[in-house]
């Protein structure tokens, strides 16, 4: 099994900064994509960054130029610096993580982080 743990939600105000961290543990051999995902009251979970393994990063347009996904590899950890914010970006934000078990099997598993809570807000 796979665990991640996200940290480093609060309660900002309107033009702030948070960064979120979510390291991942468990049976690993290897991650494919990391990112972060976010869902609002009453609306659907949207993507918000992923970065892939090789570096390739993809942003949604409302968060572009404000917040930068990163990952640190030998911590199995990944990043979301939030800059910027707005009271639009208040979200419960999920981890994401593509994870390959074990070396003999093709089989990649997504694993979910349990959210934190991001609320902007003055």
């Known amino acids: 099994q796979v665990q991640l743990v996200e940290s480093g939600g609060g309660l900002v105000q309107p033009g702030g900064s948070l960064r979120l961290s979510c390291a991942a543990s468990?049976?690993?051999?290897?991650?494919?994509?990391m990112g972060w995902y976010r869902q609002a009251s009453g609306k659907e979970r949207e993507l918000v960054a992923m970065?892939?393994?090789?570096?390739?990063?993809n942003y949604a347009d409302s968060v572009r130029g404000r917040f930068t996904i990163s990952r640190d590899n030998a911590r199995n950890t990944v990043y979301l610096q939030m800059n910027s914010l707005k009271p639009e970006d208040t979200a419960v934000y999920f981890c994401?993580?593509?994870?390959?078990?074990?070396?003999?099997?093709?089989?990649?598993?997504?694993?979910w982080g349990q959210g934190t809570q991001v609320t902007v807000s003055s």
């Open positions: 994401n993580s593509v994870v390959k078990t074990t070396p003999v099997s093709p089989i990649k598993y997504t694993y």
């Open positions: 970065l892939t393994s090789t570096g390739v990063t």
């Open positions: 468990g049976r690993i051999f290897s991650i494919n994509d």
